[in-house]
Structure formats: structure tokens, C-alpha cells
T-cell receptor
Framework: GAVVSQHPSRVICKSGTSVKIECRSL??????MFWYRQFPKQSLMLMAT?????????EQGVEKDKFLINHASLTLSTLTVTSAHPEDSSFYIC??????????????FGPGTRLTVL | LAKTTQPISMDSYEGQEVNITCSHN???????ITWYQQFPSQGPRFIIQ???TKVTNEVASLFIPADRKSSTLSLPRVSLSDTAVYYC????????????FGQGTELSVKP
């Protein structure tokens, strides 16, 4: 099946710094990628939809200036957490849509990135 | 939005069949139903997807009644390694295939 990778798998940073997380579709092209955040013992929360070559669409309540998303190619989307604070510590997961535009839709998820802000 | 409702948790024993039912009363005509499995500190993994009636693959079966307002994921003969959180989702076709995760069902398989 299709494979999605994320880098890094875990990162620890100081408060106030920025952290970039990469999401790559390894064996397919993804016009659309999604970014989720998951706190302990909670479900995944969709943060934004990343579209190749255009601006990302953010869900209500997600600060676009804090969570910068760039989808410069059909295989790479990046999420940058700017001026990170301890409350941004979470598990960040991306997914890529294998069949954009079709009724049958299978999204493939990356392994996640554990962000800890000290 | 097609909100989903499923039990928060379920317990089972090895070798048993497990059925997890999900309700999605507001599902739209073009929406598909999909189920994902998630282990701790990992990304969700696709299990099965369907539109209506019954779908079966090597891992599970998915039963969808004619009104499509609910669906049941069936896991045959579970093992300890099936302990995970299972999410029922409706793929929002008219919103670019967005997946909105509900709370999921935490399945615990005991020996």
C-alpha cells in the first residue's frame, strides 16, 4: 500500500522556537494532504487541509499564522509551528489522499511526530 | 456534517468476534463510510471502507443497512494485538474528502 512518512518522529524544543515537520508521500503523488493534532487520550483533530500549489485551508480555531503549512510539491507538505509554547506539545499526524476527487477515498496516515515544548 | 457516534470502549476475549456499531444519521448521498485503527503513538491505519450492504476484506467485514444511518465493523476472532482504538468516519465528499474523527472505540482484548 501507499506509504506516508513524517520527519522528525519526535522533537523537543525550547519555548519560543519554531519547529518544522515534514510529511512525504513516498510512492504516490498527493494533491491534498491533511494535518491533525492529537492530545493524550483524545481523538485526532483536523487542523488544516494542505493543497499543492495553493494556500492551506484551516479549520475553525486554528491559527494560520502560528501553524504555517506549505505544500510545494505533490509529495511534500510541511507544517511549521512558530514560536512554540508548552501548550503546543502534542502528537502531530499528517495524511495524504490517494484518490483525490473520487467518491472512494482512502487516506494514508504518517506515523506521527511527537512535539514536546519545554 | 455527518457526525458519528460509537461506544467509548469495549472489552473482548481472544478468539471472539467483535462487532462495533457506529451511527451516522446525517450521512449524505455521496459520502462513504470508513474505519480506521490506531495504536498508541502511531498514525491511524485504514481497515475497511464501504458505501452500502456488506464489504469484506482480509481483516474485517463492514455491514451497512439500506438506510446507511449506521454501520457495523466486524472483527473475526480477535487477538491481543487487536487491542486499539477504532474510529468510524464518514468521508465528506463535498468537502474535499475531509475526515472528521469522533471519539473512537477503545477495544481491549483480554487473554
Amino acid at each position: 500500500g501507499a506509504v506516508v512518512s513524517q520527519h522528525p518522529s519526535r522533537v523537543i524544543c525550547k519555548s519560543g522556537t519554531s519547529v518544522k515537520i515534514e510529511c512525504r508521500s513516498l510512492d504516490f503523488q498527493a494533491t491534498t494532504m491533511f494535518w491533525y493534532r492529537q492530545f493524550p487520550k483524545q481523538s485526532l483533530m483536523l487542523m488544516a487541509t494542505s493543497n499543492e500549489g495553493s494556500k492551506a485551508t484551516y479549520e475553525q480555531g486554528v491559527e494560520k499564522d502560528k501553524f504555517l503549512i506549505n505544500h510545494a510539491s505533490l509529495t511534500l507538505s510541511t507544517l511549521t509551528v512558530t514560536s512554540a509554547h508548552p501548550e503546543d506539545s502534542s502528537f502531530y499526524i499528517c495524511s495524504a489522499d490517494l484518490t483525490s476527487g473520487s467518491l472512494e477515498n482512502e487516506q494514508f496516515f504518517g506515523p506521527g511526530t511527537r512535539l514536546t515544548v519545554l | 456534517l455527518a457526525k458519528t457516534t460509537q461506544p467509548i470502549s469495549m472489552d473482548s476475549y481472544e478468539g471472539q468476534e467483535v462487532n462495533i456499531t457506529c451511527s451516522h444519521n446525517n450521512i449524505a448521498t455521496n459520502d462513504y463510510i470508513t474505519w480506521y485503527q490506531q495504536f498508541p503513538s502511531q498514525g491511524p491505519r485504514f481497515i475497511i471502507q464501504g458505501y452500502k450492504t456488506k464489504v469484506t476484506n482480509e481483516v474485517a467485514s463492514l455491514f451497512i443497512p439500506a438506510d446507511r444511518k449506521s454501520s457495523t465493523l466486524s472483527l473475526p476472532r480477535v487477538s491481543l494485538s487487536d487491542t486499539a482504538v477504532y474510529y468510524c468516519l464518514v468521508i465528506l465528499y463535498n468537502q474535499g474528502g475531509k475526515l472528521i474523527f469522533g471519539q473512537g472505540t477503545e477495544l481491549s482484548v483480554k487473554p
